[in-house]
Nanobody, 127 residues
Framework: QVQVAESGGGLVQAGGSLRLSCTAS????????MGWFRQAPGKEREGVSC????????YYSDSVKGRFTISRDNHKNTLYLQMNSLKVEDTATYYC????????????????????WGQGTQVTVSS
């Protein structure tokens, strides 16, 4: 049984930083692309970033490019999202998901490309 769990959310002022972590078990972690998504109140869940199994290929949404960095440690079965220069509009519940493939497909920001999801961690950015 695959289990995915996020941690590291919290309250931070605009311009600040947070690092989210996601641990996954029950799967061959280094064979799975991993993604970060977020969902703000009243909005649809959106793809933030995807990293392939080896960590050699990364994609970001335009809204976070240059501010967020995704990475993974396959020895620890852990995915990270370093978030810098946070904005109020980054406020959302952030979710980690294990992809269906070892690579990030062209439609990596589509939720249907992921099999297993965590429960989410709340990130709140205050002005």
């Amino acid at each position: 049984q695959v289990q995915v769990a996020e941690s590291g959310g919290g309250l931070v002022q605009a311009g600040g930083s947070l690092r989210l972590s996601c641990t996954a078990s029950g799967l061959s972690f280094d064979d799975a692309a991993m993604g970060w998504f977020r969902q703000a109140p009243g909005k649809e869940r959106e793809g933030v970033s995807c990293i392939n199994g080896s960590g050699s290929t990364i994609y970001y949404s335009d809204s976070v490019k240059g501010r967020f960095t995704i990475s993974r440690d396959n020895h620890k079965n852990t995915l990270y999202l370093q978030m810098n220069s946070l904005k109020v509009e980054d406020t959302a519940t952030y979710y980690c998901a294990a992809g269906k493939y070892g690579y990030c497909p062209g439609s990596w920001s589509n939720m249907n490309e992921y099999n297993d999801w965590g429960q989410g961690t709340q990130v709140t950015v205050s002005s």
